[in-house]
């Protein structure tokens, strides 16, 4: 009996070491400005053809519905990269307009 308690204590304290850090990522600020901005050569970019200025004038993050940061900044967070942040005026070909 004794020993699964402790078998339990040392599983408990590895999903605490996996899983704390990975909610201290989730958990920051939408707003938080030390993101690392998205490379738009790195591979998922490139796939969906983001750019940092968008050519369209009506399509860019700013107003894309996959869009989650602060519309007023120059750089924020988008769903389709998690943990960087892409330009406001940038524009990948996951652009959706911005309901209402
Ligand atoms: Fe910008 Fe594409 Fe993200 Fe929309 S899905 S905010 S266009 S990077």
């Known amino acids: 009996m004794k020993d699964i308690s402790r ?3 040392l599983g408990m304290s590895a999903a605490a070491l996996i ?3 990975a909610l201290a990522l989730t958990g920051r600020s939408a707003a938080a400005a030390d993101m690392p901005h998205v490379d738009p050569q790195d591979a ?7 750019v940092e200025q968008s050519a ?4 860019h993050c ?3 519905q996959l869009y ?3 519309r007023t900044a120059e750089w924020g967070t988008c769903a389709i990269f998690p943990g960087k942040d892409v330009s406001t005026s940038g524009w990948c070909s996951a652009w959706v307009k911005q309901a209402g």
């Open 44 to 50: 998922q970019a490139k796939a969906l053809a983001y």
């Open 56 to 59: 369209k004038p009506d399509s």
């Open 68 to 70: 989650t940061g602060d």
């Open 62 to 64: 700013k107003n894309c």
């Open 7 to 9: 078998r339990k204590m």
């Open 19 to 21: 899983v704390g850090p």
